[in-house]
């Protein structure tokens, strides 16, 4: 069972526009939620994190939206650049983040269009 | 300084053969961490070292998968009678100290069992 989905395999957007990535989670005891970027080749790069005692972090372009109730959490990146073309992947643990197990969503493939 | 490097970078095998796969973490960084990707999935968790603790071994899939840390430094993982399933990127990552610290990933070993 997925318990960490991003059920939009890909997104298409605009330079200069917003891109908005989604992820949905199933566990009620995640409580520590992360973003990576992936580039081909590479491994994922840590992005931004939010903690459940949060709905919103918020940083330069990217910012993280946390909604408890309908367990979903997005990445919102305004304005996007060609170079955030790349794979976002969520994740997400319990016990605070101190677990170290990273649960991950399948990833969402973001094209920024010049 | 140098990141999280994994080796080989490639490696191909015919089924039931045992693989290796090496993992040097950035230096001083206290906890590792393996994943592996399989194709058009997420990152999924196989085990994870801080310091001198048990590791957590909840996400290795079977008995052939191992891992060890030497030294608190290098670690392996080992896959012994490899099967097709085994095929996927295996991944590994490394923090500063115990999580929620952020993990830094190598670039992955790409494993395809013949």
């Known amino acids: 069972d997925q318990q960490v989905k991003q059920n939009s395999p890909s997104l298409s957007v605009q330079e200069g526009r917003i891109s908005i990535l989604n992820c949905d989670y199933t566990?009620?005891?995640?409580?520590?939620f992360l973003w990576y970027k992936k580039y081909p080749a590479e491994g994922p790069t840590f992005l931004i994190s939010?903690?459940?005692?949060?709905d919103k972090n918020e940083d330069g372009r990217f910012t993280v939206f946390l909604n408890k109730s309908a367990k979903h959490l997005s990445l919102h990146i305004v304005p996007s650049q060609p170079g955030d073309s790349a794979v976002y992947f969520c994740?997400?643990?319990?016990?605070?983040?101190?677990?170290?197990?990273?649960?991950f969503g399948q990833g969402t493939t973001l094209q920024v269009k010049p | 300084g140098a990141g999280v490097s994994q080796s080989p970078s490639n490696k191909v095998t015919e089924k039931g053969k045992d693989v290796e796969l090496r993992c040097d973490p950035i230096?001083?960084?206290?906890?590792l961490y393996w994943y592996r990707q399989s194709l058009g999935q997420g990152l999924e968790f196989l085990i994870y070292?801080?310091?001198?603790?048990?590791?957590?071994k909840s996400g290795l899939p079977s008995d052939r998968f191992s891992a060890e840390r030497t030294g608190g430094s290098v670690s392996t993982l080992t896959i012994q009678r490899t099967q097709q399933e085994d095929s996927a990127v295996y991944l590994c990552?490394?923090?500063?100290?115990?999580?929620?610290?952020?993990?830094?990933f190598g670039p992955g070993t790409r494993l395809t069992v013949l």
């Open positions: 990552a490394s923090s500063i100290s115990a999580p929620p610290d952020t993990q830094y």
């Open positions: 566990n009620s005891m995640f409580d520590y």
């Open positions: 939010i903690s459940s005692i949060k």
């Open positions: 994740a997400a643990s319990e016990g605070s983040g101190n677990t170290g197990k990273l649960i």
């Open positions: 230096s001083g960084h206290t906890a």
């Open positions: 070292f801080q310091g001198n603790s048990a590791p957590d």
